[in-house]
C-alpha cells in the first residue's frame, strides 16, 4: 500500500523558516517524481513545488522561488520542504504527492496519483 | 486564458448521474488531466487520469460509478448513482511547461 505520512508544520512568525517532510513506503521512492501542493483557507489546490527521480532538476510557483527548496533523500525514501522567508500567505495545509511520469511527443506528462495527509502551516505573529 | 477551467459549482439527486467538466484551453486540447476528489476536512485523493484519446485509468479503489471520457478539449467526470459520500470538492490538474496547473474545483452537492 502506497503511505506518504507527512510532519512539521506548525505556527512561524514572518520571515521565519520550516522544514516539512514527507516519509513514503509501499513503492520504489526514487523511481517517482514526487511534488508539493498547498491549500489556503478556504481556497481551492495550488502547486507548489517538483522535483525528478534523482534531484536533479526540481519546479517551483513563481511566488516560493528563492524562498523554498525541495528536496529527496532516496536512500531514506524521504522528500522535504524547506521553507523560509515565509510570509502570512504561505498560510496554508501543505500536501506532499507522488507524480508518475512519462517522456513522450517531446514533453513530461505528470500528474497526482498520491497524497499525503497534510500539515498545517501558519505565518503569523 | 487558464489551462484548466472548472465550472464552482455543480448538484444532483442522490441515485443520479452527473458528469463534472474540465476544459482545456486551446493549445492543450490533446493533454491528459487527473481528477481528484476531496471530501470536507480531508485531503485530496487520486480518482483518474484521462488521456486526450478518452482511455481513462482510475485510482485504486475509486467505486465502478465513477468513470472518465473525452470530447474535444473536454475531459469528464462521471459519477452514476450519486451518493452522500460523493458530495465533495473535485480538482482537475495538468502539467504544462514544468508547471502543475489546477482547475479552481467543482463543489458538488448531493441533493
Known amino acids: 500500500e502506497v503511505q506518504l505520512v507527512q510532519s512539521g508544520g506548525g505556527l512561524v512568525q514572518p520571515g521565519g523558516s520550516l522544514r516539512l517532510s514527507c516519509a513514503t513506503s509501499g513503492f520504489i521512492f526514487s523511481r517517482y517524481w514526487m511534488t508539493w501542493a498547498r491549500q489556503s483557507p478556504g481556497k481551492g489546490l495550488e502547486w507548489v513545488a517538483t522535483?525528478?527521480?534523482?534531484?536533479?532538476?526540481?519546479y517551483y510557483v513563481d511566488s516560493v522561488k528563492g524562498r523554498f527548496t525541495i528536496s529527496r533523500d532516496n536512500a531514506k525514501d524521504s522528500l522535504s520542504l524547506q521553507m523560509s522567508s515565509l510570509r502570512p500567505e504561505d498560510t496554508a495545509v501543505y500536501y506532499c504527492g507522488r507524480a508518475p511520469h512519462r517522456y513522450e511527443n517531446n514533453r513530461w506528462y505528470l500528474h497526482f496519483d498520491s497524497w499525503g495527509q497534510g500539515t498545517l502551516v501558519t505565518v503569523s505573529s | 486564458q487558464p489551462v484548466v477551467t472548472q465550472s464552482s459549482s455543480a448538484s444532483a439527486s442522490l441515485g443520479s448521474p452527473v458528469k463534472l467538466t474540465c476544459t482545456l484551453n486551446s493549445g492543450h486540447s490533446d493533454y491528459s488531466i487527473a481528477w481528484h476528489q476531496q471530501q470536507p476536512g480531508k485531503a485530496p485523493q487520486f480518482l483518474m487520469k484521462?488521456?486526450?484519446?478518452?482511455?481513462?485509468i482510475k485510482g485504486g479503489g475509486v467505486p465502478d460509478r465513477f468513470s472518465g471520457s473525452t470530447s474535444g478539449a473536454d475531459r469528464y467526470l462521471t459519477i452514476s448513482n450519486l451518493q452522500f459520500e460523493d458530495e465533495a470538492d473535485y480538482y482537475c490538474?495538468?502539467?504544462?511547461?514544468?508547471?502543475?496547473?489546477f482547475g479552481g474545483g467543482t463543489r458538488l452537492t448531493v441533493l
Open positions: 490538474e495538468t502539467w504544462d511547461r514544468n508547471v502543475f496547473i
Open positions: 484521462i488521456e486526450g484519446s478518452g482511455n481513462y
Open positions: 522535483i525528478k527521480v534523482d534531484g536533479s532538476e526540481a
